[in-house]
């Protein structure tokens, strides 16, 4: 996945404390996007990706990959993991 430069786009707020799938995502230098509410609907979701393309867009430029962040209803995005 990262080394298709692909982006692991979730609402699964939890893989970062797995260490498996934390491991998994340092092995395969993943860019991971997590939606802050595990109870959004699809529509919000999508809302919050139209108002936070941007962003990732300039975050995934300005971060070396691997890593995860979160993406709020309001399309804010910040760094979760790890932590700088």
Same mark, same amino acid.
């Given at each position: 996945m990262?080394s298709?430069n692909w ?5 699964d707020?939890r893989?970062r404390?797995?260490?498996?799938? #934390?491991?998994?995502l340092?092995?395969?230098s &993943?860019?991971?996007?997590?939606? @802050?509410?595990?109870n959004?609907s699809?529509q ?6 139209e ?8 975050f #995934?430029r300005k971060?070396e990959?691997?890593? &995860?962040?979160?993406?709020s209803? @309001? ?10």
């Open positions: 990262g298709n982006i692991l786009l979730t609402a707020k893989i404390y797995n260490f498996l799938e #934390r491991r998994a340092q092995e395969n &993943v860019r991971e996007f997590v939606f @802050t509410s595990g959004m699809g919000e979701m999508a809302a919050a990706l108002l936070g393309l941007a962003s990732m867009c300039r #995934r971060f990959p691997p890593f &995860v962040a979160s993406i209803r @309001t399309g804010e995005v910040r760094l979760r993991w790890p932590k700088v």
